[in-house]
């Protein structure tokens, strides 16, 4: 078995067992199901999510996992159901917490990767790209290419680590009392 793999299994489980308890919703459910899926209104979706929000986040979070894919195509999204669906969570995640934002550093060398893959996650918080990259630079879990609707994911550790953060921000904001503020800006939470 090879290093990396074995790290990425390591943080996945730790990352699976401090998963929330969440109440159940049966609407929140049926829309987060529906999320991203052909025929449905994102907007219509994400309005169910944001009438429960506690609910909402702790069952999106709850769904999040690290996924294999590291680009996927814009009309290939249906032939990448899963990882479509934790990048859908990821969004509505987005959305419901304010335009919030994690993002983790990796060991993985990115002059190994394709172009494209590096030049869309190898960017600032503000989407410049970074020039000279450095093993502390950190990346989003993924970056969409807005005119293809293409995305780029970040490596195993990379999506781990971000996981921990969403897990960690839930538990340290439903200690003191979940207030859901949501983001107006498409920029912030689709891509």
Known sequence: ???PFLIAVTLLS???SQAPECEPSAAVQQA??????PNTSSAEQL???????????????RSLHVVR????????????????????ALRALRYLAGCREFRAPTAENPAKWEELRRDWLLRDANGAPVKHWRRTDRM?????WMSRDSVFIAPPDAQAAIISEWRQWYSDTRGNGFHSQTCDSVDKWYF
């Open 32 to 37: 987060i199901a529906a999320l991203g899926q």
């Open 14 to 16: 730790a990352t699976s």
């Open 69 to 88: 894919d590291t680009h996927v195509v814009g009309y290939e999204q249906a032939k990448h159901a899963d990882t479509m669906r934790v990048i859908w």
């Open 47 to 61: 309005s169910i999510l944001a009438s429960e929000p506690a609910a909402a986040v702790c069952l999106l979070i």
């Open 1 to 3: 078995m090879s290093w």
């Open 140 to 144: 989003p879990f993924f970056a969409t």
